[in-house]
């Protein structure tokens, strides 16, 4: 008992029931009552009243594979365990409180010892063995005493040697730390309004203080670390598989940035290069220092080995049915396979590998945020999850069209028809520059052995709509000949290259952008500035098996317009991400460059170096 620390709301909400029972009064009043309005935080409160709410910031979520949206604003129903309404000045104002010894503007709000107890170690295991000499016994076991973790309401730590108090927290679209020295009377408060920046708000705190420290002791300021990016080829040389013991990590390159991702769980995070060192720079953590060895990986203790990447088997057909999206779009959770164990993406970023219990039972690590808890899911006759129930809060199978194989589809804004004239009367947008002479290419008259699947010459797309009279698929020379080394080069694996789309006319491309809804226009391209579709620089694509002559299953389908779409979604099993991977790093060798929102679309280098074009295929064909 007491030997594990578990983050709890249901404590909290628990403390401020007894409050609301014991007082008679609501929660968010008992609090402005006797706790907000005595320490001078006007402007505070539990409770969305319009003079606190008026000057709420914008917040943004964001998502892995690279989605933004707002914040959500409708109260969460979880207070008194967050949910507060404040800013930096009021929480200054909570600061000059607790360097006064706990006496506010009208008196004493909470007694100095109360205060000492609220920052003292809760739960601090001591050696019970039994020594003659007792001061000696004192004295081994202050040294033993830990000089970091949870007292009452705060975290403490130790800050180059100074005592610190603080606490932080984190809802949807905002990140918040207090940080404060309360012998030196230095304090700190930083907030965000970006989901999850938590690394970011406790770094800005850390070195303010140390700035601050230093100035009222009159020394020198010290200088702020500046971590800086790693060059794209040395990314792409680190990018691998890594292993200690039985602890994995994967480290990412994707477009020029390295992400750090371990195999137990946890979350994605950045490093950025530190002198020698590879350093974690990211949003949601900052400063943990990992030192390369050749092929090694020396990170504290622990050294990480490189080891091949294999391909992986596929996902156990037990788990199948498990596999998707649950929740609302606040909050998605994500059951996906990884390494051959079934695994959660819960609260958008934190990733854990579960145990299986039984065919509808799994339960979370005994680490993280979630210990003791259990998934329970609910399947209907064919073995296919209608829902889950994670750490007892029900989860209902999110819609996603497209997701059981069939094309995506949306219903256009104005009929496909009535675009098309419009489409064909308009004009491209006029450029000025020195392009290029246009030189596209067909693909298959390169090697007759890439497949084609042209979607747009037919019906199965995402309008339902025929838009080329022929099923043909267009590049740019250059573009074209660096297509067909990649498609050579797969085949010494067993691989080749399925073509959607290539060049597409001006024209097509209005027609696409007019018919789609405004959120999912990150879709298709703006006819404005024109494609790199219609310059002849991007193919839309996939990977066939050369054995069977099918296509390999990827995480999404082509056209999709959900988050399965973008580059680097987690979701999904080992060999669907592999696919994905092996067809990024194939056509990144040849010069192409994935849309993050978009696996299967590709860009060739020289785009820019191309006219916008709005000639058709027939039209190609007669010159």
């Known amino acids: 008992m007491g030997t594990k620390a578990k983050y709890s709301n249901a404590a909290i909400a628990t403390v401020g029931f007894v409050l609301e029972e014991t007082q008679k009064q609501p929660f968010a009043r008992y609090l402005w009552r006797t706790l907000l309005d005595p320490l001078g935080m006007k402007r505070s409160g539990f409770e969305p009243d319009p003079a606190v709410t008026k000057d709420l910031a914008q917040a943004l979520m964001w998502s892995y594979p690279g989605r933004e949206f707002p914040a959500p604003t409708f109260e969460l129903g979880m207070a008194p365990a967050g949910s507060m309404y404040t800013?930096?000045?009021?929480?200054?104002?909570?600061?000059?409180?607790?360097?006064?010894?706990?006496?506010?503007?009208?008196?004493?709000?909470?007694?100095?010892?109360?205060?000492?107890?609220?920052?003292?170690?809760?739960?601090?295991?001591?050696?019970?063995?039994?020594?003659?000499?007792?001061?000696?016994?004192?004295?081994?076991?202050?040294?033993?005493?830990?000089?970091?973790?949870?007292?009452?309401?705060?975290?403490?730590?130790?800050?180059?040697?100074?005592?610190?108090?603080?606490?932080?927290?984190?809802?949807?679209?905002?990140?918040?730390?207090?940080?404060?020295?309360?012998?030196?009377?230095?304090?700190?408060?930083?907030?965000?309004?970006?989901?999850?920046?938590?690394?970011?708000?406790?770094?800005?705190?850390?070195?303010?203080?140390?700035?601050?420290?230093?100035?009222?002791?009159?020394?020198?300021?010290?200088?702020?670390?500046?971590?800086?990016?790693?060059?794209?080829?040395?990314?792409?040389?680190?990018?691998?598989?890594?292993?200690?013991?039985?602890?994995?990590?994967?480290?990412?390159?994707?477009?020029?940035?390295?992400?750090?991702?371990?195999?137990?769980?946890?979350?994605?995070?950045?490093?950025?290069?530190?002198?020698?060192?590879?350093?974690?720079?990211?949003?949601?953590?900052?400063?943990?220092?990992?030192?390369?060895?050749?092929?090694?990986?020396?990170?504290?203790?622990?050294?990480?080995?490189?080891?091949?990447?294999?391909?992986?088997?596929?996902?156990?057909?037990?788990?199948?049915?498990?596999?998707?999206?649950?929740?609302?779009?606040?909050?998605?959770?994500?059951?996906?396979?990884?390494?051959?164990?079934?695994?959660?993406?819960?609260?958008?970023?934190?990733?854990?590998?579960?145990?299986?219990?039984?065919?509808?039972?799994?339960?979370?690590?005994?680490?993280?945020?979630?210990?003791?808890?259990?998934?329970?899911?609910?399947?209907?006759d064919r073995g296919r999850a209608t829902r889950v129930e994670a750490a007892n809060v029900v989860f209902e199978r999110r819609k996603i069209d497209g997701e059981n194989g069939e094309t995506f589809k949306i219903a256009p804004l104005h009929p496909v028809e009535e675009l098309r004239r419009a489409a064909l009367k308009a004009k491209p947008p006029e450029e000025k520059g020195d392009f290029r002479k246009p030189e596209l290419v067909e693909l298959v008259r390169l090697d007759d052995t890439i497949k084609l699947d042209i979607r747009y010459a037919a019906t199965n797309n995402f309008l339902s709509t025929r838009f080329y009279q022929s099923a043909k698929a267009f590049m740019q020379k250059p573009a074209a000949e660096a297509l067909v080394r990649v498609h050579k080069k797969l085949a010494e694996q067993g691989y080749g290259l399925l073509v959607y789309d290539g060049y597409r006319p001006w024209s097509v491309t209005k027609m696409f952008w007019d018919a789609t809804p405004e959120k999912q226009r990150v879709f298709v391209a703006d006819p404005s500035q024109g494609s790199r579709h219609n310059r002849g620089c991007a193919v839309d694509l996939t990977l066939y098996e050369r054995k069977t002559g099918k296509p390999v299953e990827m995480v999404g389908g082509y056209d999709e317009m959900s988050d399965r779409s973008y580059a680097d979604y987690l979701g999904g099993t080992s060999l669907q991400r592999y696919h994905r991977d092996l067809l990024r790093r194939a056509m990144q060798e040849e010069g192409f460059s994935v849309y993050e929102a978009e696996w299967w679309h590709f860009d060739y280098k020289d785009w820019r170096k191309y006219p916008i074009l709005n000639k058709t295929f027939e039209q190609l064909a007669s010159e």
């Open 87 to 380: 800013n930096v000045l009021d929480l200054g104002h909570f600061l000059n409180v607790l360097f006064a010894g706990g006496k506010g503007p009208h008196g004493q709000i909470v007694k100095p010892e109360t205060l000492e107890q609220m920052w003292t170690l809760q739960f601090v295991k001591k050696d019970d063995k039994k020594e003659k000499d007792k001061e000696k016994k004192e004295e081994k076991e202050k040294e033993k005493e830990p000089k970091e973790g949870f007292g009452l309401g705060f975290y403490l730590s130790e800050l180059d040697g100074h005592k610190s108090i603080g606490h932080g927290g984190a809802i949807y679209g905002f990140a918040t730390q207090l940080q404060a020295l309360p012998k030196e009377k230095l304090g700190v408060v930083v907030v965000a309004s970006r989901d999850v920046a938590n690394g970011v708000t406790n770094h800005i705190a850390k070195v303010a203080l140390q700035q601050m420290l230093a100035a009222k002791e009159g020394k020198p300021l010290p200088a702020i670390e500046e971590t800086m990016p790693i060059p794209i080829d040395k990314a792409r040389t680190l990018a691998g598989h890594y292993k200690s013991g039985e602890r994995t990590l994967d480290l990412l390159e994707r477009d020029g940035h390295l992400w750090a991702l371990p195999g137990r769980g946890g979350y994605r995070l950045e490093l950025r290069a530190l002198g020698d060192h590879l350093v974690v720079d990211d949003q949601m953590e900052y400063g943990l220092k990992i030192e390369v060895r050749d092929d090694k990986l020396k990170i504290g203790d622990k050294t990480y080995e490189r080891v091949p990447t294999t391909k992986p088997e596929p996902c156990p057909e037990k788990w199948r049915g498990l596999l998707g999206e649950y929740g609302w779009d606040h909050n998605t959770l994500v059951i996906l396979e990884r390494d051959g164990k079934l695994n959660a993406l819960i609260e958008w970023f934190f990733l854990y590998p579960l145990e299986e219990v039984s065919a509808t039972e799994f339960k979370f690590p005994d680490y993280g945020l979630y210990v003791g808890e259990k998934l329970l899911f609910t399947r209907d």
